[in-house]
Every structure is written in structure tokens, then in C-alpha cells.
């Protein structure tokens, strides 16, 4: 579905990108992995149009992605839950999941989707009138999450969506994760997390300082040496 191919961006004298190339089929979860500064946020804000693409390509279902804008991209079908989750704060539940769907034409089954992610997270649905400002860090993470699904995305970008969330909340975002994966959503899920992470991911990349230093299927990085020493010592899941 994505296929990334030898990405290069800058930004001014620094390579925050240099020539990865990586893999999402459609169906699937894949993780990227990395510390802060190796490249996993840069390579959503390419993804998405919000970071200039000096050489390479994005192909999203055969159809290349580069130099187009935001809304452009969102409207072939990739949809993105940012990092910090960038609700809006004064709008109310229902008015920021409403945004989420701005591109969308076919407004007679708008109700019905909204009632869908209503089920699927019900506390926000307890809170729909509620302002967005209020809800905990785990209900706006859910929010972000919601207001992408809205636009009817093929493929979800997560942005770490387990930032500064608490361990039970982590784990419930990431059960709600699979879920949203069963339902037939792809996703890329960009995460510091590596051991939760890779345990709902059918395939992972890890990056440092903007290249691909190792890749393979989730269960066997979860046991991979250079994982282990990196990422997954003691109260990796945990945070």
C-alpha cells in the first residue's frame, strides 16, 4: 500500500532522512522505531506533505505522494494522529471529530460514522458536548485517534500515540490499536514504546539518525540483541 523509497529530506545542513526506504502492505501494522532525533517524525511529516522531499519517492497504492499538500494527501486516503495530539482545545468532542471528516462529500453517512467511533470509544462519547480542553490525556489521545478515522482513512499515521500516557492507558490505547487493525485499517505506528510496540506489529523498521539499521517481523526484533540493549531493558513497557 505505502512503499518509501530511498527518502532523503533536510532540514538546512542536517540529514534527518538519509535515502530510507520502507514497506507498509495494506492490512498490516508496521512499527517505526527510534530514539528522539532519528528520523520517525520526519518521516511522517513527509508522508503528509509537511516536510520538503529532496530525493526518493512516497507511493501510496502505486500513485506518488511527493510535493503534494496536506489536504491533498489526506484526500487519497492516509489520515494522521499527530504527536501531543493537537485537539482542539475550545471545541467540543463532537466538533473536533466533525472537522476530522472536512473533506469528505458524502455527508447522508456522517451520522452513522460518528456513531461508529462513539462505540468504539465510548468515553467519548460520554463527553461529546464536553470541550476538548478538559478530557484527559488518554481521551484526547482517543479524540486524535477518532477525528483521523472520520476523514475514512486506508491508511493511519500514528505519531507516538503513547506519549506521556500512563501504563494502563497505553496498553488500552494499543488494544484499541488491534482493534481499529481488525476492523481492516492499516497503520504505521511511529513509537518510542518499543516492546508494545512490536508486540502488535506484523513488521518493524528502526531508525537512527536517519537510516534503517535493522528491520524484520515484530516477534523477532522483540528478541533482537541490539533491541534488548537499546530499547527494551528494564521498564521498557512500562513507559
Known amino acids: ?46 508522508i503528509t506533505g509537511l516536510a520538503t522531499v529532496q530525493s526518493g519517492d512516497l507511493l501510496f497504492d ?3 505522494l511527493k510535493g503534494l499538500p496536506p489536504h491533498e494527501v489526506v484526500r487519497r486516503g ?14 467540543s468532542v463532537q466538533e473536533n471529530l466533525q472537522l476530522g471528516s472536512y473533506i469528505r462529500r458524502d455527508k447522508e453517512t ?4 460518528l456513531e461508529e467511533i462513539y462505540q468504539t470509544f465510548p468515553r467519548l462519547a460520554e463527553r461529546r458536548d464536553q470541550p476538548a480542553g478538559t478530557l484527559s490525556g488518554g481521551e484526547q ?3 486524535a485517534l477518532g477525528r483521523a478515522l472520520m476523514s475514512r482513512p486506508r491508511l493511519l ?17 494499543f488494544q484499541i490499536i488491534v482493534q481499529l487493525n481488525r476492523q481492516g485499517v492499516t497503520l504505521l505506528l511511529v513509537e518510542q514504546n518499543a516492546a508494545a510496540a512490536l508486540k502488535i506489529a ?10 534503517v539499521v535493522l528491520e524484520g517481523p515484530g516477534a523477532e526484533l522483540l528478541t533482537h540483541p541490539h533491541l534488548k540493549d537499546a530499547y527494551l531493558g528494564d521498564g521498557a513497557e512500562g513507559r
Do not use: H
Open 157 to 173: 499515521l500514528l505519531d507516538e500515540p503513547s506519549l506521556g500516557l500512563a501504563p494502563l492507558l497505553v496498553r488500552e490505547v
Open 202 to 211: 506484523a513488521y518493524a523498521y528502526v531508525l537512527e539518525t536517519g537510516r
Open 78 to 91: 492516509v489520515a494522521v494522529a499527530p504527536e501531543g495530539r493537537r485537539v482542539f482545545s475550545n471545541l
Open 141 to 143: 489521545q482517543m479524540l
Open 1 to 46: 500500500m505505502l512503499e518509501i523509497l530511498d527518502l532523503k529530506v533536510s532540514y538546512g545542513p542536517i540529514k534527518a532522512l538519509d535515502g530510507i526506504s520502507l514497506s507498509v502492505p495494506k492490512g498490516a501494522i508496521v512499527a517505526l522505531l527510534g530514539a528522539n532525533g532519528s528520523g520517525k517524525s520526519t518521516t511522517i511529516r513527509a
Open 110 to 113: 456522517l451520522a452513522r460514522d
Open 62 to 64: 502505486g500513485r506518488s
